[in-house]
């Protein structure tokens, strides 16, 4: 399933979740799913200027947050995963590289984030300073099941994946798996010297065994009750 069908399939569920448990708080357990993606750096609300807009100002990381934040007070057992493509898209993200969206999305309280293929626009470098570790600088618990490092750059981690390809977290009374997928398709726009040092899984073959593998380790070892991709 693509990135685009995956997010959809969120959306549709969170938005069912949230009309149906407007009224009341929902019991121990129900979950809602909020997500976010495709900020591509827009910080501001901009003129909506597509055929079906009207030049009105729309969007904003202060809008979204707002929204966010109203449907955690409607629905105590929540999520809030980002699918990506973050950090890249306006001068504000291309100037501070990711910094100005990173500085105000640390407020949002992430709990799982999937990279999109634009999050790697800057150099693994700064890819790796952002997103992966203890000490990552956007602690949005960034995970990806198919990115490696590579056995030239990275001789000495050479087959170690650079994140971890999963989250678990229990939410009111359900174990949640939260299981993430990543590209690098974006960057070959500009180059594939921005990903220099990792090596992404693109065979669809490779793809579904480490889901198979992951999912059956999640339900097993961890008697998860509930799997979602990001």
Not at 20 to 26: G, N, T, V
Not at 59 to 65: I, K, P, Q, T, V
Request: aromatic fraction near 6%; include cysteine.
């Amino acid at each position: 399933m693509s990135r685009i069908a995956r997010a959809v399939a969120l959306v549709a569920v969170v938005a069912g979740l949230v009309g149906a448990c407007a009224s009341a708080p929902p019991p121990s357990n129900q979950l809602t799913l909020i997500h976010m993606g495709d900020v591509h750096g827009h910080l501001v609300p901009r003129p909506h200027l597509r055929s079906d807009g009207n030049g009105a100002l729309q969007g904003g990381l202060a809008r979204m947050y707002t929204r966010i934040e109203q449907i955690r007070r409607a629905n105590p057992n929540h999520l809030l995963i980002n699918t990506g493509d973050t950090i890249q898209g306006s001068a504000e993200a291309m100037f501070t590289r990711g910094q100005a969206l990173v500085d105000v999305l640390n407020h949002f309280r992430i709990d799982a984030f999937a990279p999109g293929n634009w999050d790697y626009v800057y150099g693994t470098q700064r890819f790796l300073e952002l997103f992966a570790g203890a000490a990552a600088m956007a602690p949005w618990n960034a995970i990806a099941a198919n990115v490696y490092y590579d056995g030239e750059t990275y001789a000495s981690r050479k087959g170690e994946r650079v994140l971890p390809p999963y989250l678990v977290r229990q939410v009111g009374g359900l174990k949640i798996g939260i299981l993430g997928l990543t590209t690098d398709r974006g960057p070959q726009v500009v180059g594939r010297t921005v990903t220099r040092g990792l090596r992404f899984l693109r065979n669809g073959t490779e793809v579904d065994g480490e889901v198979r593998t992951l999912v059956a380790e999640l339900r097993g070892k961890h008697a998860v009750d509930l799997v979602v991709m990001a």
